[in-house]
């Protein structure tokens, strides 16, 4: 049997010597709660197991070139983060709760604890949530926490996949969910401001938003905070090569999709949602956080803290359910910003902004194509207005070999015209042209 | 050791981004951009690669040790799993592809191992349908709660409790919160099981639902599991399966013929996944034909003409859990796992876990104190001696002595309905060498713990750092360098 050391005679030894049958083993199952023979088929060999999934693997279209962002994006993956990522004794290892036989999980989630802080001017961030979305889920719910109130204000620029997330996972609670509608590409502050209230917990914003458009949104913090209400910020890590910091905005708690250091798209996850805060707030946010601290000898070393948030110690009480994370994502993020470096990542971002505003000005430049909103700083995606359904023109454009951006009609219906594109360091200009004559010869 | 951001070298380079082929315009307002760059550390490619690869010499794994960290599976991860999810046909492609008009037919392959897997998780817990996106266990369990929820919604019902048991994991209770619950705990009886009795008496009409493990983190098979079942129903209540210990009977009998409604699997224990220290993990969960409608969006099916599809049009849905589709290259593994093991390669996992957790329970009875005296599952709950706790040797200490003799501790403190409590799970890929090698440890240990407590109360002595002064951690946070 695959995968199964022990051999029929061993299995006979071990039986007889701790006195009991093969029967006995299952005589605790009542009889008619045994199943009987599973309706699937028999175990194949690795060599055709590979055959098949390597049939399957071809059945997906993997050579278009991909201008499909929306929060997932298609970054250059250095060779030498897969062989870290790789090692087996960081990938079989599991929650570091002996801490001296998991110094290296330990070690690295602090420093992925540390690189986070540094790139979103944070003071302290967990050691992992699941994704983008639920991070966002989980801040919502630490504000709540925080301020003691029950009422939450997120605008429409907010990537609508969280949107529709948050909206399942507060069904059964008693959370009043107010939205504010972006229409300009930045978010109404007077809109924004009239919500503001006693009752707030928090406003939930993001930058770049869904649309690409960057804001700054320190005088919303500032009004925020004034009435005792938190911000909370999504970040694309890329963009904070070069753009300014959540942290620097006054921003209270900050999260995001992890995708883009250095995980690969595969079809939606594992992902790395990741989420950073002020020292103030540390004891109410939620998932594993690790610490430093000195062995019985002085050595420095570093354990899981704060436990008594979590689950397996609070139960009912803990701050969240969460319990496997995504450590070894986080571990991803880690290596990939540690082999950019501070420039390496700086020119990331600064490509991906060239690169973008260059496909921008090829692609405004076709007859009928114009940019939808007013604001005209983007960091690497921008909506456009095409003359016809967007949805129509992407399906006619996947013919000719480009995904060409996502149809925003699927969330926001008045925009049926509407594409997001987005560009990442890895297209071409010779791409980005052959992107704009596709475009012209379908409109 | 030194922390990365010590090793730091201004100016130093690791990988070099792509050449520009476009002219550097930046065209984004200066109050816009940061005022210095984020302080990442500058190493050059070998640093890096020597830094993490002198961290991971600091971890205990399955490939390296013996892991028998009760309730968490540790098995053996085949590597053929690896290979297959680094496809580029599986990890380059993206999940919004078949949310374009067309695009559907681009992502085939990809579309039939998540229904090709709901369809092998339906046989092998007889349930009627899965959804694939719940990216833990934990996460599983909120999902389900969730459709237990939409479900009484949708009937009427005023429902304000959840029962779980004493003995169940912290993420029970906390999902449950979580979903808008209150919490009761449910007290085991003197066999380790939950009381049929006890159950009984808080049952009433606002019981939404029980949470249960089967077999429960004592490892024990409760035999009334079909009339606790048939009690919880009986309020309209639901029953909920975590299927953290799904490995004891995986083949061999399915919660779903026991009367769960709810199941959720922990793919990276049951069906082999890494455990990437922490995670990702995958926490499918599966449902009965009443509790089908309430499934997240999408749901992949498949055509009559044969092609794979998503799903969205579902009124009646708790809606997205997740980004997409779940943790797919986590799916995909235990895809490849299950295609490899087959029908009788499953059930020789329940029949080995059952017998290695078997072999180490007897083999130490006379040693260690058994949380019962009874068959386990997949695993077994010990105590030191009196003789041990005497001696001032704790649950605590035998791990760290363990760790000495070269295996990764069990889980300690845990299941809390027992003092002491050592939780062990050798599952079923490892030897019987392996095992009698743990076995003599653990002996030795007891032994020790007699004559010379002073050198366990030290242990261990063997790894880079001795045990950490965690009060002072949570005393003085110190959580990032910056």
Redesign the interface.
């Known amino acids: ?6 051999t029929d005679e ?2 006979k ?3 007889a ?4 049958t ?1 029967e ?7 009889k008619e ?3 009987g ?10 060599q055709e ?2 055959g ?11 050579d ?1 070139t ?1 201008f ?1 962002g ?3 994006y ?1 970054h ?1 993956i ?1 060779a ?1 983060v ?3 990522v ?20 330990l ?5 992925y ?3 986070i ?3 979103t001017d944070m ?3 967990n ?2 949530l ?5 991070a966002m889920y989980e801040a919502m ?1 630490m504000a709540l926490r925080v301020t003691g109130r029950n009422k939450v204000i997120i605008d429409t620029s907010v990537n609508p ?2 949107r ?2 948050i ?3 507060t ?4 959370i009043e969910l107010v939205q504010t509608h972006c229409a300009t590409g930045l978010v109404d502050r007077e809109q924004i401001l009239s919500k503001l209230d006693d009752k707030t917990a928090a406003v939930i914003l993001q930058n770049p938003n869904f649309f690409g458009c ?3 949104f320190g005088d919303i913090a500032e009004k925020a905070h004034s009435k005792g209400v938190l911000l909370a910020v999504s970040c694309y890590p890329i963009s ?6 959540p942290g ?1 905005m006054g921003a209270d708690i900050v999260t995001g ?1 992890g995708q883009s250091l250095g995980m ?8 790395l949602g990741f989420m950073a805060t002020r ?1 103030k707030y ?1 004891r109410k946010m939620p998932g ?10 002085g ?5 899981m ?2 436990q ?1 948030r ?9 701050t ?10 986080a ?1 991803t993020a ?2 990939y ?12 971002a ?2 991906c ?3 973008a ?2 496909a ?1 000005k090829r692609l405004t430049a076709i007859p009928g194509v114009k940019p939808h909103f007013r604001a005209k ?3 690497n995606e921008f909506v456009l207005d095409l003359p016809c359904e967007a ?2 023109v ?2 006619k454009l ?1 013919e000719k070999g480009f ?1 060409a951006g ?2 925003l009609s ?1 969330y926001y219906p008045d925009m049926k015209n509407c594409i997001l594109v987005c560009v990442t ?2 297209r ?3 791409q ?1 042209g052959m992107f704009a004559e596709a475009l012209e010869s379908v409109l | ?1 030194k ?3 010590d090793k730091s070298v201004p ?8 050449r ?10 200066r ?5 210095t ?7 050059s ?1 070998l640093d ?2 020597r ?3 002198q ?11 013996f ?1 028998p ?1 009760g309730s ?1 599976t ?5 590597k ?1 799993a ?16 078949p ?5 559907g037919m ?5 579309l ?2 998540i229904y090709e897997m709901d369809m ?1 998780l339906r ?2 817990t ?1 349930m009627a349908g899965f959804t694939m996106q719940p ?5 599983g ?2 999902a389900g709660i ?1 459709i237990m ?2 479900y009484h ?1 949708d009937k009427g019902n005023k429902k304000t409790t959840v029962l779980v048991p004493d003995s169940a ?3 029970n ?8 619950y209150k ?1 009761v705990s449910v007290p085991s009886n003197n066999k380790g099981v939950m009381d049929v009795k006890a159950l009984k008496s808080a049952l009433n009409d606002e019981v939404a639902g029980l949470m249960l493990t089967c077999p429960n983190t004592l490892g ?2 409760n ?1 009334h ?2 009339e606790i079942c048939d009690l919880v129903h009986s309020v309209d209540g639901l029953t909920y399966y975590d299927g953290a210990n799904l490995n004891a ?1 995986v ?4 919660p779903g ?2 009367g769960f409604d709810i199941v959720h699997i ?1 793919l ?1 224990k049951t069906f ?1 996944t ?8 995958a926490g499918p969960v599966g449902v009965t034909e009443k509790l089908l409608c309430y499934l ?1 969006v999408s749901i992949v099916v498949k055509r009559d003409d044969g092609t794979y599809a998503l799903e969205y049009d579902r009124p009646k849905s ?13 799916i ?1 593994r235990a895809y ?1 796992y ?9 059930i ?2 329940a ?2 876990a ?2 290695n957790a ?2 180490i329970r ?2 130490l009875k006379d040693y260690f104190e058994q949380a019962v005296n ?2 386990c ?1 997949h695993e077994c709950v010990l105590s030191p001696s009196k003789k041990m706790l005497e001696a001032g040797v704790h649950a605590i200490d035998v ?2 002595a363990l ?1 000495d003799k070269g295996f ?2 069990p ?1 300690v403190y ?1 299941p809390t309905t027992v003092k002491e409590a050592m939780m062990i799970e050798p599952t ?5 060498e ?1 095992l009698d090698a743990f076995i003599e440890a653990m002996i030795d240990i007891a032994a020790l713990a007699e004559s010379e407590p002073e050198k366990i109360k030290a242990a ?1 002595v063997t ?8 009060t ?3 005393k ?7």
């Not at chain 1, 069904?171 to 008693?174: F, I």
């Not at chain 2, 540790?74 to 085949?78: A, C, D, E």
Request: glycine fraction near 8%.
């Open positions: 049997m695959p995968f199964i050391a022990n061993q299995r030894r071990m039986l010597d701790i006195g009991l093969r006995q083993l299952f005589s605790d199952i009542p709660l045994l199943c023979r599973l309706n699937m088929p028999d175990g194949l060999p690795e197991v590979r098949i999934l390597a049939e399957l693997a071809g059945k997906n279209s993997i278009l991909l499909l929306g929060g997932f298609d250059f250095p030498a897969y062989s870290i790789s090692r087996s004794e960081f990938y079989t290892a599991y929650t570091p709760y002996q801490p001296e036989v998991s110094q290296g999980t070690q690295a989630i602090y420093e604890q540390s690189m802080c540094r790139l003071e302290a961030a050691a992992s699941y994704d983008g979305g639920t719910m996949i969280y529709v997330m909206e399942s996972y069904k059964n609670l008693k960057i804001d700054d904070l090569g070069i753009l300014k910091t620097a999709e690969p798209l595969s079809f939606g996850g594992p992902y020292m540390v594993r956080i690790v610490g430093q601290t000195l062995d019985r000898q050595r420095r070393c570093f354990v803290t704060l008594a979590e689950q397996h110690i609070r139960r009912d009480k803990a969240s359910n969460i319990c496997s994370n995504e450590a070894l994502c571990l880690l290596v910003l540690s082999l950019l470096g501070k420039q390496g990542l700086r020119e990331t600064q490509l902004a060239d690169k505003s260059y921008y700083w983007f960091f949805a129509d992407i399906a996947i995904a996502f149809p699927r360091e890895k071409t200009k010779q980005i | 050791m922390l990365i951001f100016a130093r380079c690791g990988v070099r981004p792509t520009s082929d476009v002219a550097s315009t930046i065209n984004i307002r109050e816009f951009l940061r005022d760059p984020a302080e990442i550390s500058e190493l490619e890096v690669i830094h993490f690869t961290l991971s010499r600091r971890n205990f794994g399955v490939d390296t040790n892991y960290l968490c540790m098995k053996y991860n085949p053929v690896e290979r297959i999810a680094s496809y580029p046909g599986f990890a380059h492609l993206h999940p919004l592809l949310q374009l008009r067309g695009g681009l992502t085939q392959g990809a039939a191992v092998l046989e092998i007889g990216m833990a266990g934990a996460h369990e909120l969730m929820a939409a919604r994991h912290g993420t209770p906390a999902s449950a919160a979580i979903a808008g919490v024990l098979f035999p599991i079909k009977i083949g061999k009998a399915r013929d026991f922990n990276h082999a890494p455990h990437g220290g922490g995670g990702p993990g997240p708790i809606g997205y859990i997740a980004p997409f589709y779940g943790n797919f290259a986590v995909l490849v299950i295609l490899m093991l087959g029908r009788e390669g499953l020789r996992v029949e080995n059952v017998l078997n072999y007897v083999k009874a068959i599952k791990a760290k760790i990764h501790p889980t845990f079923e890929t490892e030897s019987k392996t261990p790894t880079p750092v001795c045990r950490p002064d965690e002072a951690a949570a003085n946070l110190d959580l990032a360098c910056l």
